[in-house]
């Protein structure tokens, strides 16, 4: 099954797919252990709590409730974003993230709009997501250009750091 707007290039070589491949979940999971060293200084225990999540994510992935979108630049993975079905009406944002190199394009809004136009689509009623302080102002930025709102905080000691993980939520009307 592909979305509508899934599949076909977005220009600059930059396609966005939502059939897995293989090779997919390793480079969900080298790009955030890679990109969260370097952006926000986690230590090596971040990526494998992200291997973990990953790895459930796949396992027990639900085509009817469940979806992945793969970006990819003249064929190379770019980026991902996913949405987990978590309660009857509820889903979880994971797994956004875009390599630097095609940061800026206006990428991480096709993605948000693809994932809101799925969740809608399935009946979902409120999505939420975890994020990490380090991520603002630009993740939080576009999350409130979306409507999500920050319902919660909390301070955390893992991946190597003391920092702030946020919760945020959107509610969706039809």
Request: a negative charge.
């Given at each position: 099954m592909t979305d509508a707007g899934?599949?076909?290039?977005?220009?600059?070589?930059?396609?966005?797919?939502?059939?897995?491949?293989?090779?997919?979940?390793?480079?969900?999971?080298?790009?955030?252990?890679?990109?969260?060293?370097?952006?926000?200084?986690?230590?090596?225990?971040?990526?494998?709590?992200?291997?973990?999540?990953?790895?459930?994510?796949?396992?027990?992935?639900?085509?009817d409730r469940d979806r992945v979108w793969i970006v990819e630049e003249d064929g190379r993975f770019a980026g991902s974003i996913a949405l987990k079905g978590r309660a009857t009406d509820e889903a979880q944002l994971r797994y956004f993230l875009l390599d630097g190199s095609?940061?800026?394009?206006?990428?991480?809004?096709?993605?948000?709009?693809?994932?809101?136009?799925?969740?809608?689509e399935r009946g979902y009623r409120r999505i939420w997501l975890l994020t990490d302080e380090e991520h603002t102002p630009a993740a939080t930025h576009l999350y409130q250009s979306f409507g999500f709102r920050r319902t919660g905080e909390t301070r955390l000691d893992r991946w190597g750091n003391s920092r702030a993980e946020q919760r945020w939520e959107l509610e969706l009307t039809s």
């Open positions: 899934a599949g076909r290039p977005v220009g600059s070589g930059i396609t966005i797919r939502t059939e897995l491949r293989a090779g997919d979940i390793g480079a969900i999971i080298a790009l955030h252990g890679t990109a969260y060293e370097e952006d926000a200084g986690f230590d090596r225990s971040f990526e494998a709590y992200v291997a973990a999540g990953v790895g459930d994510f796949f396992i027990s992935f639900d085509p095609v940061r800026g394009q206006g990428l991480g809004r096709r993605l948000m709009d693809l994932l809101l136009a799925f969740a809608r």
